[in-house]
């Protein structure tokens, strides 16, 4: 019988909690992650065989996300090639800027797992390095 989503996001909640992470469900489709260290959060989402994920930098006025800021985020060499940036509508004129990676899971066995924990590291580890490219940029006065 194979595995169900929510078979899939109950096995990777496991093994995020087992390496200390923090892990809580919301809607039934989506996993928090929070690091117990430096209290940074993340959300997971599995669509099929894709685990998407996506940590929040910052939400700013939307006047704040400039052509310039755009080519810092874009740039090939901007320190960051394990993430992507995306921008969101957050809603009353504020932008929410993300980074974002993802994994394709096969079995769930060792290599997913490595898989996973590596695209979750690679954030947290992304997202000190954003704030240094684009952190200033940001800043809401």
Known sequence: ???????????????????RYSVSESDGSVL??????????????LEGDILFLSLVCMVVPRSKITAELMYKMLAADNGIST?????YDAGSGQIAVTLNNFCKLQELGPDDED??????????????HAQSLIGADLQVA
């Open 1 to 19: 019988m194979p595995n169900t989503t929510s078979s899939h996001l109950a096995q990777i909640h496991d093994l995020l909690a087992r390496k």
């Open 32 to 45: 928090k992650i929070q690091d117990l260290e430096s209290g940074i959060s993340l959300r997971a989402v």
């Open 83 to 87: 993430s992507h940036f995306q921008l």
């Open 115 to 128: 898989d996973i924990l590596s695209c979750v590291s690679f954030l947290l580890a992304d997202v000190v």
